[in-house]
Structures are given as C-alpha cells and as structure tokens.
C-alpha cells in the first residue's frame, strides 16, 4: 500500500505561484499513475491534474490548464504540481492520490489511495 504525503501548500497573492509536493512511500509508486485533487468545504473534491506512471501523459482540468503543469521524479518517488497565476477561486486543499488499477480517472472515487492534504489559499 503507497502511503502518500502533500506539502507546499500555503498562503499566496492572486497571481503568485506555488509547487506542491507529493511524496510517496512504498513499492510500486514509479509504476502508478497519480492526480491531484482539490476540495472546498460543501464541495465535492475536484479533479485538478493527472499523470502516468511513465511521466509521458498528462491531463488537466480546463480551470487549470496553461497555469498548473504536474511533474514526476520517479527516483524521489515525489509527483509536484507547479501552479502559476494563481486566482482566489484556487483556494482549497490539495490532494493527491493513486488510481485503482493504475488507470487514470477524473473521478475521486476511483482512487484508492491519499494523502491528507495541504491548504492553498489565494488571496485576492
């Protein structure tokens, strides 16, 4: 079972910029694919970014795309999420999590495993 860690997360002025870590543990990680997640309170958690196992395909959510670009260093077993021009609406916290099966989906519930997240918060 991977066991996943978010760090990177913190306070910053619309138009700023942040990285996020994803730090895993456990065998198996290079070989899964990973997202990232994001919730609000009363919200359901929304899907941000998504990479392979390989690092060779990635996805986005169209809110992100052009501002967040999602990385892997499979030899630190760490997936990073870069989020440039951040707006207020990019408030939340951010997960990340590993796909049943390796698949990679846009649905949270049809990841097995996550993090316990890290707070972003935009101010405008």
């Known amino acids: 079972q991977v066991q996943l860690v978010e760090s990177g997360g913190g306070l910053v002025q619309a138009g700023g910029s942040l990285r996020l870590s994803c730090a895993a543990s456990g065998r198996g990680f290079s070989s899964d694919a990973c997202g990232w997640f994001r919730q609000v309170p009363g919200k359901e958690r929304e899907f941000v970014a998504a990479i392979s196992g390989s690092g060779g395909r990635t996805y986005y959510a169209d809110s992100v795309k052009g501002r967040f670009t999602i990385s892997r260093d499979n030899a630190k077993n760490t997936v990073y999420l870069q989020m440039n021009s951040l707006k207020p609406e990019d408030t939340a916290v951010y997960y990340c999590?590993?796909?049943?099966?390796?698949?990679?989906?846009?649905?949270?519930?049809?990841?097995?495993?996550w993090g316990q997240g890290t707070q972003v918060t935009v101010s405008s």
């Open positions: 999590a590993t796909p049943y099966y390796s698949t990679i989906s846009y649905a949270a519930k049809n990841y097995r495993s």
